[in-house]
């Protein structure tokens, strides 16, 4: 009877051995020696390198997920969650790696084409500078550069001075119309103005002759129905 129980935690004891043993293992496999990558060559395989990077990190956060959901069946739940994030680890680890390698050899391939192309403007400048100092250019004479060069008048610069003469006449002549068209409007508009100045004064002295003599009407009535004066 004894002998039973004994044989029982011997069973589990050496299942659970086992199991660690197991589990030692697979943490040993995890655990790899990481190599570089290998160096990029051209900016469009740098270009390839990094959109894969991004691929490919995507794909291990897919696995991460999916390798979670299978942790959460089994019966050493922390230990499988260990396993997966470890993987995803090294995983992130290995593209990051790849990602800076690519990074870096474009920023190079930059700085190698500024660093030419600034060479390559000093080169023309020193050269441009050669050529003047080899070559300079006629010193001109002062007194000859004072003087202006002697215009001559072709005919068609006659015939466009004579369409201008032309059209600064006929401008002159209409505008002297219309200034003479001005001064006829007024004209007429001062002596109607003066027209209506004098009827108006006719009127006014009208209305005072008739208001004088209907005061002096009055004023005789009123000295006709008065009392007689006394002796």
Known sequence: MTR????????????????????ACSNTELVQEETPPAPTTSAEQAEQRLAAVAAERAAIEARYADREVVCYDKFFVNRCLDEAREVRRAALVTQRAIEIEASLYLRRLKVDERDKAIAEADAAYAQEEAKLAAEPPPVKDPAAAALPPPRTKPAESRVRSQ?????????????????????????????????RQKEVARRVAEREAKAAQRAAEEAKRANGNGPAPTN
């Open 4 to 23: 039973q129980p004994m044989l029982r935690l011997t069973a589990i004891a050496a299942s659970i051995s086992l199991t660690l043993l197991l589990g």
């Open 163 to 195: 369409q201008r003469a032309q059209e600064n006449a006929a401008n002159a002549e209409k505008e002297a119309a219309e200034r003479a068209a001005n001064v006829a409007a007024y004209e007429e508009r001062r002596r109607k103005s003066e027209e």
